[in-house]
C-alpha cells in the first residue's frame, strides 16, 4: 500500500465511512477507492482529489505525490468555519506542475531557506531568462 493509499484508507476507517460512502461522495464506484487505497491508480484528477479530500476532512495537499518526499504529514482540517476545505484551481495547477516536473519542487524547496531579499533576486533572474527567452 503506498503512503498516500495508506492515508485515504487509514482516515476513511478513523472516520467510520465505507468504500461506498466515500465513492458516492467522490462521484467514483467503491472498486475505485480500493484501488486509491491499494496504491492501483497513483493519477487521480484534480476534482477526485479536491472531492476525496472534502469527505475524508484533510488538506487535499496530502493526496498529491511529491517526489522525494516519503510521508507527508496527516493533518486534518482545524473545523468546517474556521477554514473552506476546498482547494482553488490556481493551487492545483501549482500541485500538478510539481507533480508534472519535480525540479520545481527542488526550487521551491531550496526557495523556502532564502532570504525576502534573495528570493526577490531570483525572481528577477526568472524574469530576465523569460524575457530574453521570448525575445522580449
Known amino acids: 500500500m503506498c503512503e498516500i493509499g495508506k492515508k485515504i484508507f487509514l482516515r ?6 465505507t468504500l461506498e460512502q466515500v465513492g458516492n461522495a467522490v462521484g467514483v464506484g467503491k472498486s475505485t477507492v480500493r484501488r486509491w487505497e491499494n496504491g492501483m491508480i497513483k493519477n487521480m484528477g484534480r476534482d477526485k482529489i479536491a472531492a476525496l479530500a472534502r469527505v475524508l476532512q484533510i488538506n487535499p495537499v496530502e493526496l498529491v505525490p511529491f517526489p522525494g518526499f516519503d510521508e507527508v504529514p496527516f493533518t486534518p482540517w482545524p473545523g468546517d468555519e474556521e477554514i473552506d476545505k476546498t482547494i482553488t484551481r490556481k493551487e492545483l495547477d501549482y500541485l500538478e506542475a510539481l507533480h508534472q516536473n519535480p525540479r520545481l ?11 525576502k531579499d534573495d528570493v526577490d533576486f531570483m525572481l528577477q533572474m526568472a ?10
Open 127 to 136: 524574469d530576465r531568462i523569460l524575457k530574453e527567452r521570448d525575445g522580449e
Open 12 to 17: 476513511r476507517k478513523e472516520l467510520g465511512l
Open 105 to 115: 519542487g527542488m526550487l521551491f524547496d531550496r526557495s523556502r531557506k532564502m532570504s
